[in-house]
């Protein structure tokens, strides 16, 4: 049977009425070579994989047609260059040949700087997932670039920028900030507005900006690449200026469901608990632990905001369709491969060709919208005392 991942009692769990349901046909497993099986573990995931309270429900699925392509979907990533935007890289960074030299495996480019230290790529795929993923972020804060308040913020820093997309719009709302992206990979435009500069910077190592400086200090996603979040949330605590604020947003790692059409007979459960299994040690589903972390390191009024995020139309609320519609598009053809295919054959020993014939299961499953499965967005934030 699937894992059933009831929230604490405090607030109403997010909700979905079971429906028996097969696995869609025309997939079988028998009809392809399938990679060795994995056993689902003896006991079920430990507290981390399992969501605090969600702030919203998920109401009872509606059938309707499946198939969601990529192009049903137009990608409102990037920004448009004006007359005001600069064409410089940052003048702060000196970027060598060697950033640029990128390792390539099983088709997909990856990091030259501090090669193999993140597990994703940066190829022009991710890029446009990266900037998908952001579209999907603003539609669960209804528009907003941030769930943190700012006040004429003047210095503002974006761990983990990716494209940049977040930074460059925050650089065009807050004209007065200068905002400061960092990443370790050099693959963001060169064409920002004049406030905004880019550096390639390894947020796991010490810092060398200035103390007490940042309004607000913002990551993305950046689980699976912090070495220790002690040591990074104390860097943040001391470079954030008293009263500045601190905001983590991440997707959860995981996928849950509340009946049984997720379950052991699915492709998608036999790629979820090897995925659980090979990424535990490395913290990708790093959102329960960070309101304690955040305290720990000092930060004060710490919250933790989850929305609930499906995978797929199948939700009867609008809102939720809309945004699973989006989720579905980016992770099926895009986010699951990013995700799975290092982590699988570094970690886990898998070939390139076994890897490919389980996404390939994986995504007829969901998008036959049969699999009510879904996952949250968090945003978690807290503030540098007086």
Same mark, same amino acid.
């Given at each position: 049977?699937?894992?059933?991942?009831?929230?604490?009692?405090?607030?109403?769990?997010?909700?979905?009425?079971?429906?028996?349901? /097969?696995?869609?046909?025309?997939?079988?497993?028998?009809?392809?070579?399938?990679?060795?099986?994995?056993?689902?573990?003896?006991?079920?995931?430990?507290?981390?994989?399992?969501?605090?309270?969600?702030?919203?429900?998920?109401?009872?699925?509606?059938?309707?047609?499946?198939?969601?392509?990529?192009?049903?979907?137009?990608?409102?990533?990037?920004?448009?260059?004006?007359?005001?935007?600069?064409?410089?890289?940052?003048?702060?960074?000196?970027?060598?040949?060697?950033?640029? /030299?990128? +390792?390539?495996?099983?088709?997909?480019?990856?990091?030259?700087?501090?090669?193999?230290?993140?597990?994703?790529?940066?190829?022009?795929?991710?890029?446009?997932?990266?900037?998908?993923?952001?579209?999907?972020?603003?539609?669960?804060?209804?528009?907003?670039?941030?769930? +943190?308040?700012?006040?004429?913020?003047?210095?503002?820093?974006?761990?983990?920028?990716?494209?940049?997309?977040?930074?460059?719009?925050?650089?065009?709302?807050?004209?007065?900030?200068?905002?400061?992206?960092? /990443?370790?990979?050099?693959?963001?435009?060169?064409?920002?507005?004049?406030?905004?500069?880019?550096?390639?910077?390894?947020?796991?190592?010490?810092?060398?900006?200035?103390?007490?400086? @940042?309004?607000?200090?913002?990551?993305?996603?950046?689980?699976?690449?912090?070495?220790?979040?002690?040591?990074?949330?104390?860097?943040? @605590?001391?470079?954030? =200026?008293?009263?500045?604020?601190?905001?983590?947003?991440?997707?959860?790692?995981?996928? @849950?469901?509340?009946? /049984?059409?997720?379950?052991?007979? +699915?492709?998608?459960?036999?790629?979820?608990?090897?995925?659980?299994?090979?990424?535990?040690?490395?913290?990708?589903?790093?959102?329960? =632990?960070?309101?304690?972390?955040?305290?720990?390191?000092?930060?004060?009024?710490?919250?933790?905001?989850?929305?609930?995020?499906?995978?797929?139309?199948?939700?009867?609320?609008?809102?939720?369709?809309?945004?699973?519609?989006?989720?579905?598009?980016? @992770?099926?053809?895009?986010?699951?491969?990013?995700?799975?295919?290092?982590?699988?054959?570094?970690?886990?020993?898998?070939?390139?060709?076994?890897?490919?014939?389980?996404?390939?299961?994986?995504?007829?499953?969901?998008?036959?919208?049969?699999?009510?499965?879904?996952?949250?967005?968090?945003?978690?934030?807290?503030?540098?005392?007086?």
């Amino acid at each position: 049977m699937a894992d059933k991942h009831t929230p604490p009692p405090a607030s109403p769990p997010a909700k979905v009425e079971a429906a028996g349901v /097969d696995v869609a046909k025309g997939s079988s497993p028998e009809a392809a070579p399938t990679p060795a099986p994995v056993s689902p573990p003896a006991a079920a995931p430990d507290a981390s994989t399992s969501p605090p309270p969600a702030t919203e429900q998920v109401e009872p699925f509606v059938e309707e047609p499946a198939n969601v392509e990529p192009d049903e979907v137009n990608s409102q990533g990037g920004s448009d260059a004006g007359s005001t935007y600069a064409s410089d890289v940052s003048e702060t960074t000196s970027l060598s040949s060697s950033i640029f /030299d990128y +390792t390539y495996e099983n088709g997909r480019r990856y990091h030259a700087y501090r090669a193999g230290q993140y597990l994703l790529p940066n190829d022009e795929r991710e890029q446009e997932r990266l900037d998908m993923t952001h579209h999907v972020f603003l539609l669960a804060l209804n528009g907003q670039n941030c769930k +943190t308040k700012l006040d004429n913020p003047q210095a503002i820093l974006d761990i983990g920028t990716g494209t940049g997309i977040w930074a460059i719009e925050m650089g065009d709302m807050y004209p007065s900030a200068i905002v400061t992206g960092t /990443d370790l990979s050099p693959i963001q435009s060169t064409w920002v507005p004049p406030n905004v500069h880019f550096e390639i910077d390894d947020a796991n190592s010490e810092w060398s900006f200035p103390k007490n400086h @940042f309004d607000l200090i913002h990551a993305r996603t950046v689980s699976g690449a912090i070495q220790s979040w002690p040591a990074f949330l104390s860097q943040c @605590f001391s470079h954030c =200026k008293p009263g500045g604020f601190i905001e983590m947003v991440e997707g959860r790692a995981d996928f @849950f469901c509340d009946d /049984d059409t997720l379950n052991d007979t +699915t492709a998608t459960w036999r790629w979820l608990e090897e995925f659980r299994r090979l990424s535990r040690p490395l913290g990708f589903d790093i959102t329960p =632990k960070l309101p304690g972390l955040f305290k720990e390191a000092g930060f004060e009024d710490v919250e933790l905001l989850q929305k609930v995020v499906p995978c797929g139309t199948w939700p009867k609320d609008p809102a939720l369709k809309e945004i699973g519609r989006w989720f579905r598009v980016q @992770f099926l053809e895009m986010a699951i491969e990013a995700y799975t295919l290092a982590l699988f054959t570094r970690v886990g020993g898998w070939s390139n060709d076994a890897v490919q014939v389980l996404l390939a299961l994986v995504r007829a499953e969901l998008k036959s919208n049969k699999l009510h499965v879904y996952t949250y967005v968090s945003f978690t934030t807290g503030r540098r005392p007086l």
